[in-house]
Antibody, heavy 119, light 108 residues
Framework: QVQLVQSGAEVKKPGASMKVSCETS????????VHWLRQAPGQGLEWMGW????????FYGRKFRGRVTLTSDSSIGTAYLDLTDLRSDDTALYFC????????????WGQGTRVTVSS | IQMTQSPSSLSAYVGDRVTITCRAS??????LSWHQQKPGKAPKLLIY???SLQSGVPSRFSGRGSGTDFTLTISSLQSEDSATYYC???????????FGQGTKLDIE
């Protein structure tokens, strides 16, 4: 069965960087885009960007450009989110989700990774 | 593309029929999905392509619309439908995906 399993919770200081992983299984990794989204406490869902594991191509939301890098390792079916220069308002639950070019709908999600940015 | 969802919250009873609306700031065809989220959990896809029911989702959930105006209807509320519902547009991989602000549904 399809699974996206994310790495564990992190606590970071302002100005630090974070790296969250999304380990996939149950499908061909290169056939689907992996998107990253986040949800601040008590807030709605915010899309951050995607990576196409087949090509390594990426597309980032304007708000995050310059601070976010998405990468993937097809040998282990894992996608990564790097976010630098963390601020307190980056405190959120971060999710990965998959879709594909012809069916651009998030049918499977990771369980979420809580990241807290605090001095 | 901005997504405007209403209402932001509503209360209803078991067995009621409820409808949530979502409006896009420009035409998105049927690149619209609806997700259900319970506290602390990942969202769950209910409806994709505006009106297609995701596998495993109860048939009391239905979606309609195209272009800029969309609705999600739950025909006969169950207690487990208490959750926050989000619409989301995915018009193009070359542009940002966006969500409505969410509708918190309480079952009384």
């Amino acid at each position: 069965q399809v699974q996206l399993v994310q790495s564990g919770a992190e606590v970071k200081k302002p100005g630090a960087s974070m790296k969250v992983s999304c380990e996939t299984s149950g499908y061909t990794f290169s056939d689907y885009y992996v998107h990253w989204l986040r949800q601040a406490p008590g807030q709605g869902l915010e899309w951050m960007g995607w990576i196409n594991p087949a090509s390594g191509g990426t597309f980032y939301g304007r708000k995050f450009r310059g601070r976010v890098t998405l990468t993937s390792d097809s040998s282990i079916g894992t996608a990564y989110l790097d976010l630098t220069d963390l601020r307190s308002d980056d405190t959120a639950l971060y999710f990965c989700a998959r879709d594909d070019w012809n069916h651009p709908f998030f049918d499977y999600w990771g369980q979420g990774t809580r990241v807290t940015v605090s001095s | 593309i901005q997504m405007t969802q209403s209402p932001s919250s509503l209360s209803a009873y078991v067995g009621d029929r409820v409808t949530i609306t979502c409006r896009a700031s420009q035409s998105i065809g049927t690149y619209l999905s609806w997700h259900q989220q319970k506290p602390g959990k990942a969202p769950k896809l209910l409806i994709y392509a505006a009106s297609s029911l995701q596998s495993g989702v109860p048939s009391r959930f239905s979606g309609r619309g195209s272009g800029t105006d969309f609705t999600l209807t739950i025909s006969s509320l169950q207690s487990e439908d208490s959750a926050t519902y989000y619409c989301q547009q995915s018009y193009s991989h070359s542009s940002e995906y966006t969500f409505g602000q969410g509708t918190k549904l309480d079952i009384e």
